[in-house]
């Protein structure tokens, strides 16, 4: 049974997400989850026949500065070994792969063909219908209001009454502190907004290209359909120094400063935009940030729940990575393990013994 707090599947932040797909991640065991992942979007149709991602490939371009050339070699080397294709391209190149691009910013560039984007209401509907047919229920506009251990699992008090359970799975993504602390387990979340705007691309600029990752602007363009381009930040002041916020209580327009901010980041890099692009929208997501930007993947015998099991602390890597974190969270359960690698250094003990887990750049949600 899935518990929904939402009137609809993907009503709340899953809506928001721009819903990249890609494979470029610094720590191995992540790289690992998003080449799976990628590949279960790439074939989602056969996958689960009768249902749709919407994915698109794209491609994408990843355009560093001096800070950051050590560490994208280091990746891609180890892309190679992990058989993810990253290659290094000349700006020459890379302005023929995507002609509107400036890249007299960059110090190195690299393409990666094995990206792209999904629609993300259209995907998380075709999770959970698909579900439906294997047997599960969805009860969706009901909110968990308590959770207490009893002799054979699980009472959980929901706005449509109790249900009890033997096990339960906490993804509870942005509203996951207040229940992490009525159970008196401290887990580090903090839950920070991130802006996006929504421009009209021109008619030169129309049609799919390649995503772009602007690491001196800290920023990334997701040209979408045929003439939309959303631009957000990749900033990792937002995550670092940003305050949390109430997720049902939050900004979730975008401000004046914030359009100007990414406008001037998507006129440099996109010079056609500052003449002929139009600024159609913007709005503001929330991300449940973990201090190290990587997920909490535990069973938590361990502080006195047995069978409580939690995928929490997305980091903005929620829905790229949701095939794989799916296919974790059910052996886990029905199996209790998961042996195709070891996923134990996303336990939530890391933030207790300061074992986290680091990506090589200081850029926000890029892992």
Known sequence: MLVERGPSIASGQTSRSTALVRTHYTVPVVARMAL???GFF???ENKLPGHSAGYIETGLLVGVDSVSEDALKESVKMFERMGIVSRFVSKDEARRLEPMLDSSNFSAVVHEPGMGYAEPTTTAVSFAAAAEEMGAKVLTNTVMTKITKTPGGYALSTTNGEISASKVVL???VWSGPIFQSLGVAV???VVR???AIYRRPDEFRGVRPCVFDFPQSAYYKPEGGS?????SLEAELDEAGSSVDPDNYDTDITFEEVERLSTWTSQTFPIMASKGKYERGYGGVYDDTPDQQPVIDELSAYGFPNLYCLVGLSGHGFKLSPEFGRIMASLVTRSGFSDY???VFGLKRFETGKLMRGRYNISTVG
Do not use: E, N, R, W
């Open 36 to 38: 799976l992942s990628y």
């Open 42 to 44: 790439k074939s989602f």
């Open 171 to 173: 993804a509870t993504g």
């Open 188 to 190: 580090p979340i903090k």
């Open 194 to 196: 991130h802006p996006v």
């Open 228 to 232: 939309l381009l959303f631009v957000g």
């Open 342 to 344: 070891d996923v134990s």
